[in-house]
């Protein structure tokens, strides 16, 4: 039940982290901001889906959304993202790029059948069924590698190279939060399921808090100054 907390924890960041993003786009219509929101917004689908796998049981429904949202697609949308920011008179490629790697994904996930052996045991031992577990030889696990592998180096990659040009280091925490939920895998290899939900809501929460350290910060509102005057005005007379 903890994990399904946690997983639900991580929820709650990432669609309060997809608001904010949201309302940036609005005021500015930049693409990376848009790109963002879609890849939070996933996120928090996954997350959902994890919380549900935990507390509920893993049935294909719930593995495939975890799969689809938290594992083939979230990253490749951050880095459509990251090269809106680094080319952004290049934005009608990245949205195809982005819009292939989603499909792609999508297409995958339906064509691919799922191991209910491995669910029911996941299920059964209150843990997460590993991909090569429920998926091997399927296209959903085929897939996995040149998806994120490729999105994450753009992320890391990007966000290294931002923050050396803008010298704004807290980009730096977005690459961090990108890392830390990637490593969430290693722990449902090592056995360590339990963990998943709690390093997924940490990189999360990284990601926001670089997002919020690195944004510009708005100046208030100046008042209109009004000109000094001399003591002695033109009509004065002594003068």
């Known amino acids: 039940m903890a994990g399904a907390m946690f997983a639900a924890v991580g929820a709650v960041i990432?669609?309060?982290?997809?608001?904010d993003l949201l309302r940036a786009w609005r005021a500015r219509r930049r693409h990376h901001a848009l790109?963002?929101?879609?890849?939070?917004?996933?996120?928090?689908?996954?997350?959902?889906a994890l919380a549900v796998g935990f507390g509920g049981g893993w049935s294909p429904a719930a593995y495939g959304a975890y799969w689809l949202t938290g594992a083939l697609v979230t990253v490749p949308l951050l880095a459509v993202g990251q090269l809106h920011l680094l080319a952004p008179a290049r934005a009608p490629l990245w949205w195809v790029l982005g819009a292939v790697a989603v499909a792609w994904a999508v297409a995958a996930t339906l064509l691919s059948s799922f191991d209910l052996a491995a669910l029911?045991?996941?299920?059964?031992?209150?843990?997460?069924?590993?991909?090569?577990?429920?998926?091997?030889?399927?296209?959903?696990?085929?897939?996995?590698?040149?998806?994120?592998?490729?999105?994450s180096l753009i992320v890391v990659g990007g966000s290294l190279y931002s923050a050396a040009r803008s010298r704004r280091?807290?980009?730096?925490?977005?690459?961090l939060g990108v890392s830390i939920a990637g490593s969430s895998s290693s722990f449902v290899r090592n056995d360590r399921d339990a963990l998943v939900?709690?390093?997924?809501?940490?990189?999360?929460?990284?990601?926001?808090?670089?997002?919020?350290?690195?944004?510009?910060?708005?100046?208030?509102?100046?008042?209109?100054t009004t000109p000094r005057t001399s003591a002695r005005t033109p009509a004065d007379p002594a003068r």
């Not at 809501?201 to 008042?223: C, D, E, H, I, N």
């Open 169 to 175: 280091w807290a980009v730096l925490l977005i690459a």
């Open 35 to 48: 790109a963002w929101v879609l890849a939070l917004a996933l996120y928090a689908v996954g997350m959902v």
């Open 120 to 151: 029911r045991a996941a299920t059964a031992s209150g843990g997460i069924p590993t991909g090569d577990e429920v998926l091997s030889g399927q296209p959903a696990y085929a897939a996995l590698a040149p998806l994120t592998i490729t999105g």
């Open 14 to 19: 990432a669609v309060v982290f997809a608001a």
């Open 197 to 224: 939900p709690v390093v997924l809501t940490l990189g999360v929460a990284v990601m926001y808090a670089g997002f919020r350290a690195a944004a510009p910060r708005r100046r208030p509102p100046s008042l209109p």
